[in-house]
Structures are given as C-alpha cells and as structure tokens.
C-alpha cells in the first residue's frame, strides 16, 4: 500500500504486528525509552511526510504512561509534516470515567414550578398599620431565627466532586494532532461526542457471534445473560442474531431505606448452560457475582464472552476460583500472561481492526464492519 506508515506503541507490539502482516506492509520504524527520571522519548526513524499515519497504542499496562507516549508519537508525526494521523486504540483509556453520571436529582422536572408572585408597589404606611408592622417583623425574625437552627442542626455533609476526565482525554488527542480515532466497544456511547474529530467505534458484536456459532456446542440451546442492566442492549443484540434466549442479572435495594443492594435473576436458566456476555471485565466482581447466582440457579456450563479483559490485581485469581467455566477475551490489551490460565481463550480482533485501516486509507465505507 503506498503512502501508509503504521507505527506501534510499546503497550501492545504484537496486536501491531498482526495488523501489518495483514496489510502486507512492515511496521513503521521507531525508537521508544524512557530516562532516567521516567520522562517519555518518542523518535520516528523514517519519513511521513504527506503520508497517512495510522499509531496503534491500547490502554493497558501503565495506563498513564502509555497514553503520554502516544500523545508524543501523535505530536511528532504532525511535526514531521504526515498528510493524516489516525489514532488507532483497542482498548480506550478512561473509557469508563466519561461523564458525570446520571442522577434522578439531574432528572427533568416532575411538577411545575411555583410562580412568582406578582410585583405590587409599596403602599406608604398608614398611622394604623405601624404596631401590626413591628409584630410582622418580630414574628419573621422569631421564624427566621428557629429556621436557621434547624438548619445547622441537620446540615448534610459535604458531598466530594468526582473529576470526570472524558473530555480532557478527547481534548488532548485532538491538541496533540489525531485527526481521527478508531477504536472499539467504547463502555459510554456519549464518548464520540467529546471529540472535535471523526470517531469510529468500531463493534465486536459480529465477532462474538460468529465465535459463538463455530466454538460453542449446541448453542441454540444455551442461554445469553447480561451481568448488569448495563450490558442488557449489547447482550440482547447478540440473542436476537442468534434466535437464543435472554436474562438478566438485575441489583435493586429490596427496602426503601437500605443501601444494600441484591443481585436478582430475571430469567430461568434450571439446566441450560449460559454465556455471559460484557463489554469490560476488570477486577472480575461483577462477572464472578453473576456466575455464582446463575450456578445457585441451577445453570450447568457457564461461560463468559468479554470484548477487554483488563484483568487487574487479583482477578485471575477470582476467575480461577469462581464458578465460570470458561472465559473467552479478545485480543485487545495483551494475554500472554493471563492465558496461562486454561480457563482463559482469547479470540482475534485483528481482522476488523485492520480492514477499518485498509477501508480507511482507501476512503471506502466503514458500515460493512457493523454487518453480520
């Protein structure tokens, strides 16, 4: 292909590797290190001048550092005069800490307003009315005086802002130079909107589903479940392809009062096997706490399909421990380490990621990747 460089960041060499052997192009050469005091260097060892780059960098590892590295590598390709710069990242950085959240005190209003009284102009006060004035403003002040007491007495403490860094990570790719940003399964759908950029977020729906029917016996029997209400659209989706059953796994405070939520099922899963379906597992909680409650249930095999298996701290571990059988991750932050576990399997994004760059580079349509 001519007049494409694709380079690769230090977070996940081998994704980058398999993108260019797709391509049939070699990987774009460059010289990334730290020194001594942990400062990033980023040099690019060939030429881009009027080429279009493509800089693939996912977020895992040492989050921080990596996202500084590929702002670097952004900067130092807009420098050096590249006709285009595309920032391709698997898995996005902070892709959980969009927004403010919402909240039912954010909510629309419910009820009208009370209207402002009407203005009436002050009438000059007659010789009768002073006493009954004077008793009017003791009876305030009486009033205002037990009002502010009680106010002290039930001061609610002080609630802690939450810093949201969704839109200050769409600003710096666009300062640093990305002219556009592919990624994949994005945890907010409102992310795209914080950027002044192009956004293809790009889907693995079709890839699960196409796992599903080639690596999962009789799955037509088996049973789709969402792990929160949050993943009920993506987990329903991939039932529906499939003429497959769905449940859900649902938290609700049993009383008013209580802080305490439970996990329901709304679904029956006696005997069936079930496939857990989620976009980022983490630590593991969430997928772990679904699957003892479909196992007391009495689910058979449990399986568990997720898009980024960041898979912090101990969540191997848990995974090892819990009631899942298998775990099927994709293949956008690296899985080296944690396929040393057999109960992880690890599917290929590759094959989307780098026809999105080939329809990219030739200014074809991107819709065809959003079709089974």
Excluded at 94 to 123: I, W
Excluded at 154 to 183: F, M, N, Q
Excluded at 190 to 218: A, K, M
Aim: proline share 6%; hydrophobic share 35%.
């Amino acid at each position: 292909m001519r007049n494409l460089v694709v380079f690769g960041g230090s977070s996940h060499p081998e994704f980058t590797e398999k993108i260019c052997n797709r391509l049939g192009i070699s990987p774009g050469k460059t010289r990334l290190h730290k020194f001594s005091n942990n400062e990033t260097s980023a040099e690019i060892k060939e030429s881009v001048r009027e080429q279009d780059v493509y800089i693939i960098q996912s977020a895992c590892g040492n989050v921080n550092d990596n996202f500084i590295e590929l702002l670097i590598m952004i900067n130092a390709c807009k420098i050096a005069s590249a006709k285009s710069i595309t920032a391709v990242i698997p898995y996005f950085p902070y892709s959980r800490q969009p927004d403010v959240p919402f909240k039912q005190s954010g909510a629309p209003l419910t009820f009208l307003p009370p209207q402002t009284p009407q203005y009436q102009p002050e009438q000059p006060n007659k010789p009768e009315d002073v006493s009954n004035q004077l008793m009017r403003r003791l009876g305030q002040a009486a009033k205002e005086q037990e009002e502010k007491e009680n106010k002290e007495e039930e001061k609610v403490p002080y609630r802690e802002w939450r810093a949201r860094p969704g839109v200050l990570i769409a600003d710096l790719l666009s300062c640093s130079g990305a002219d556009h940003i592919i990624t994949m399964d994005l945890h907010d759908a409102q992310y795209p909107g914080f950027f002044d950029c192009p956004v293809d977020n790009l889907t693995s729906l079709y890839t699960v589903i196409n796992y599903i029917r080639l690596n999962i016996p009789n799955y037509s029997q088996a049973i789709i479940v969402s792990p929160d209400a949050g993943g009920a659209k993506r987990a329903t989706a991939i039932a529906e392809k499939l003429c497959m059953d769905f449940a859900l796994v649902h938290k609700e405070r049993p009383k008013v009062h209580s802080q305490k939520r439970e996990s329901i099922l709304v679904g029956d899963v006696r005997g069936r096997n079930c496939i857990l379906i989620d976009d980022i597992t983490d630590t593991s909680y969430t997928l772990t706490k679904a699957a003892r409650l479909l196992r007391e249930k009495g689910a058979c095999k449990i399986s568990a399909l997720v898009s980024h298996a960041v898979l912090s701290a101990d969540a191997v571990k848990h995974i090892e421990q819990s009631a899942i059988d298998e775990l099927i991750v994709s293949n956008s932050v690296p899985q080296d380490q944690h396929t040393k576990n057999p109960k992880i399997k690890v599917f290929d994004v590759t094959p989307l990621f780098s026809e999105a760059i080939r329809r990219t580079h030739f200014g074809e349509s991107l819709s065809k990747l959003f079709e089974a």
